[in-house]
């Protein structure tokens, strides 16, 4: 079948077949696949072509998603999450998550070097930055 026979309608049922029973992000993704192939097309070898993926409707069925909101702990739980953790390793990482704002990975890469008094070194930083310093404050 020709490139330039196919209709808006035909995209839309062969979209709505792919994407049966698929979370909108995997609709998205295989919209936005189709989509690029024809304006490919367009750019490079067949420039009186129209998009059949740019109808207003095709986008509507298969646009972003709404982002999910995380939800978002009051101190007073923390606090408690902290307070019940039985193991002290534990509990120091969940206090330096918590206190310090550090990610996971920069917990699990301090060396006792890193410490000084109530600041904290970090060598390796989801920055980029090296030797960035953490302030630790009660």
């Excluded at 019940?84 to 918590?98: F, K, P, Q, V």
Aim: one cysteine or more; a positive charge; charged letters at 25%.
């Amino acid at each position: 079948r020709a490139v330039s026979s196919v209709s808006q309608e035909d995209v839309l049922s062969f979209l709505t077949k792919l994407t049966f029973n698929r979370r909108q992000t995997t609709k998205r993704h295989r919209y936005s696949v189709l989509h690029s192939f024809y304006n490919f097309t367009i750019n490079t070898s067949l420039p009186d072509l129209k998009n059949p993926c740019a109808n207003s409707v095709i986008k509507k069925i298969f646009r972003k998603p709404h982002p999910i909101q995380a939800r978002i702990l009051d101190k007073d739980t923390i606090d408690e999450i902290i307070f019940r953790t039985t193991t002290s390793r534990n509990r120091i990482m969940l206090e330096l998550m918590a206190r310090a704002g550090m990610r996971i990975s920069e917990v699990l890469n301090l060396t006792p070097n890193d410490v000084d008094e109530r600041k904290l070194i970090l060598q390796k930083p989801k920055s980029g930055i090296r030797g960035e310093v953490v302030l630790y404050t009660q």
